[in-house]
């Protein structure tokens, strides 16, 4: 066995080269600080390292849990993901598709252009176009509304208003790299079977029903259960950007991710974010692994181990 591994080995050495770099890459940075859950469950210090901080237990579980804070992050974190997934899943396929059934060439890449360049605007410029929206004394929104003779709107003082803005900000930058995906699944397609149900008379709708939508559900699922294995973890550079440190908003767009960067920086143990760190990780392990199970279930092809 061993023998036969190693002249596979060695007959495939180029892929493996070609691997090398990918996987030193997740060595380094995914499985060599996984030796930091340690300290999950110790009271550390830096001049004791990890051999020797203290060990406390379930006690920095205990406090994340008891704090109050537990269910709060673990709701904002659960439900925007939720959000984000059906609202940019329902909305790149839309596109997609309407995208693939442009005739004009010129068109259909002017517009994929223009949808796809949000995706490479950072996230801090993102966050200065917000404030230069929302801003209550200066913004555009509340400008506009003074020259109609209408009263100005606290945006960053009105914690509901981020249970929507927060999805649709992020809707306008995924919408365009996500359409590409599916485009290419519609891309893939048999041509053929579009022809032929034209010839039949089945109009645009109905191909699109009948034959698109079929065609791209692998497709659609594969990326559904990628998305419900990080249903736990937030978009921390969207929500950290998009409020910051502002405490007004705290009980709509505080997540599990901003709670632990908040934490490591005003709070000087160490044991409580990485308590809430592999609290996160134990819920993402834990829900991907139910989905896989429950999409075996029904279809063992479309799981993905």
């Known amino acids: 066995m061993i023998a036969r591994s190693f002249k596979t080995a060695v007959r495939c050495r180029t892929l493996f080269l070609m691997l090398l770099p990918a996987f030193v890459l997740v ?16 009271q550390f210090r830096y001049g004791h390292g990890f051999f020797g901080s203290p060990w406390v237990g379930l006690a920095n579980f205990r406090f994340f849990f008891s704090s109050g804070m537990a269910w709060r992050v673990t709701r904002n974190t659960f439900l925007y993901n939720i959000a984000f997934l059906i609202l940019n899943t329902t909305v790149q396929i839309t596109v997609a598709i309407m995208i693939s059934e442009i005739g004009s060439k010129w068109f259909k890449r002017v517009t994929q252009t223009c949808l796809l360049l949000p995706h490479f605007i950072s996230w801090v410029v993102v966050s200065s176009m917000a404030y230069g929206l929302f801003n209550f004394e200066n913004g555009l929104i509340n400008n506009t509304l003074a020259v109609f ?3 100005p709107i606290d945006v960053y003082g009105n914690p509901r208003a981020w249970i929507f803005i927060l999805p649709l900000v992020n ?45 791209i559900i692998p497709t659609i699922l594969i990326l559904t259960l990628l998305a419900i294995g990080q249903i736990f973890r937030g978009n921390f550079q969207l929500f950290f950007q998009m409020v910051g440190d502002n405490g007004l908003l705290l009980p ?13 920086r005003f709070t ?38």
């Open 27 to 42: 060595i380094v940075f995914s499985y060599i600080p996984m030796a930091g859950i340690a300290m999950a469950f110790q």
């Open 149 to 151: 003779g209408g009263n």
């Open 171 to 215: 809707l306008w930058k995924a919408v365009g790299f996500g359409s590409i995906i599916y485009m290419a699944a519609i891309a893939g397609l048999d041509a053929e079977l579009k022809d032929s149900a034209e010839v039949d008379g089945a109009n645009i709708f109905q191909r699109i029903w009948h034959i698109t939508l079929p065609g």
């Open 252 to 264: 709509t767009t505080d997540i599990i991710d901003t709670y632990v960067f908040r934490s490591l």
């Open 268 to 305: 000087p143990e160490l044991g409580m974010p990485a308590a809430a760190g592999l609290y996160q990780s134990a819920m993402s392990f834990v829900t991907i692994m139910l989905t896989n199970y429950l999409v075996r279930c029904v279809d063992k092809d479309y799981a993905l181990f």
